[in-house]
């Protein structure tokens, strides 16, 4: 088969990583091949025999207004670009990852019927505003495929036909993972990601701050990652005289081997498509706990046996869970061992197979209905 991924750009994004682990895992037996529209070149590494290609825009992303004016300017030229692309590959599938790739995509192959199309959900669908839902509600519908993370993003595109839509999860990039730890290292609550409004630091400070007289004097909150919130978060800590409990050391390249011996790890966020950090967190046996975010991960992958989920913004039920938490040491272990099982669960070679087994059976649809 020849694989196409097209895809804004190669940075160090989630949807960016899962189109790398996709394609060095499809290229064993495939020809594979990544279009990017703003990368030069790929931020995770890739097997030597994915084709990377890159048109090497420049997009402004200091706010929403620029990305947009940015992607308006060489939307002409990001066109030709993926049609010169497909020409030359003359792929057998083509798959879009992110709403700038779904919309230029839906219109480099709008009247083409060669090859498949298959868009994927990467995100929450409802927080986008009305006029993106009615432009991807024309895009997914004209798809052959539309790939969702969780059941209910699957049955939020109701007006998807069932049998054009399927549930794949991210997979797990096991060899680049910590093996579980027997035991923690340190009384540590953990969260990662970019100070930004999506993932409700200051929530998670307030939470510990309404829990911190009633936990061990040694777990301290440490928040890694850095973003436009950064001076905000620290204000908040300084100004509840958290410095000595709450910890902003920044973004660290080896985030999960620093991560690993931690007693547990917690996910703040507003609102997420399917969380990578997340995932990580428990593949390492992290005790976790998340907010019930609108895509439902957390419930699907967080139950009584391995972690706590809380309601959205609700710093009680929050504190509630970080008290229970780290007061229980055995119960952390029980969760420690629980968690290690999703490594096989979202291992690379089954998450793969479920995208090949997709791949051929609209590969054959595609030519079956041509040569019919």
């Keep these: 088969m020849r694989i196409m991924f097209v895809i804004p750009r190669m940075n160090g994004g989630g949807a960016e990583r899962v189109v790398a682990n996709l394609a060095n895992y499809l290229c064993g037996q495939n020809e594979v091949e990544i279009l990017a529209i703003a990368s030069n070149e790929s931020f995770y590494e890739l097997d030597k025999r994915v084709t990377f290609i890159s048109q090497g825009r420049f997009i402004d992303r200091k706010n929403k207004i620029k990305v947009f004016a940015s992607y308006v300017k060489y939307f002409p030229k990001a066109i ?214 609108y895509t439902g991960i957390a419930k699907e992958m967080i139950k009584r046996e391995n972690g706590f989920v809380v309601p959205v913004g609700d710093v009680e039920k929050m504190s509630d869970a970080i008290i229970n938490m780290m007061n229980d040491e055995e119960k952390r272990y029980k969760f420690r061992e629980e968690n290690a099982s999703v490594r096989d669960e979202l291992k690379i070679e089954k998450i793969g197979g479920l995208w090949t087994n997709m791949f051929a059976k609209l590969i054959s649809k595609k030519v079956g209905g041509v040569r019919g």
Excluded at 215 to 234: A, H, K, M, W
Aim: proline share 6%.
């Design 80 to 293: 030709s670009f993926l049609r010169r692309g497909m020409r030359d590959f003359r792929p057998d599938v083509v798959v879009s990852f992110l709403v700038p790739a779904d919309i230029m995509t839906y219109v480099a192959t709008f009247g083409d019927h060669k090859f498949a199309k298959v868009y994927s959900e990467r995100n929450d669908p409802t927080r986008r505003s009305f006029l993106k839902k009615g432009l991807l509600r024309i895009i997914y519908k004209s798809g052959d495929m539309l790939v969702c993370q969780g059941k209910k993003v699957h049955d939020y595109y109701s007006y998807i036909p069932k049998d054009k839509k399927v549930i794949i999860p991210n997979p797990l990039d096991i060899d680049n993972l910590p093996k579980p730890k027997a035991k923690e290292e340190n009384c540590n609550l953990v969260a990662v990601g970019r100070f930004s409004k999506q993932k409700n630091f200051g929530f998670l400070i307030d939470s510990f701050r309404s829990s911190i007289d009633k936990i061990p004097s040694e777990c301290n909150l440490v928040i890694y990652g850095d973003g436009p919130q950064r001076n905000e978060l620290q204000e908040i800590v300084d100004s509840q005289g958290l410095r000595k409990r709450v910890l902003l050391p920044g973004a660290k390249k080896n985030i999960l081997q620093e991560i690993s011996g931690s007693a547990a790890f917690v996910m703040s966020s507003l609102y997420e498509g399917f969380p990578n950090a997340l995932i990580e967190a428990m593949a390492m046996g992290l005790p976790v706990i998340s907010t019930d975010f």
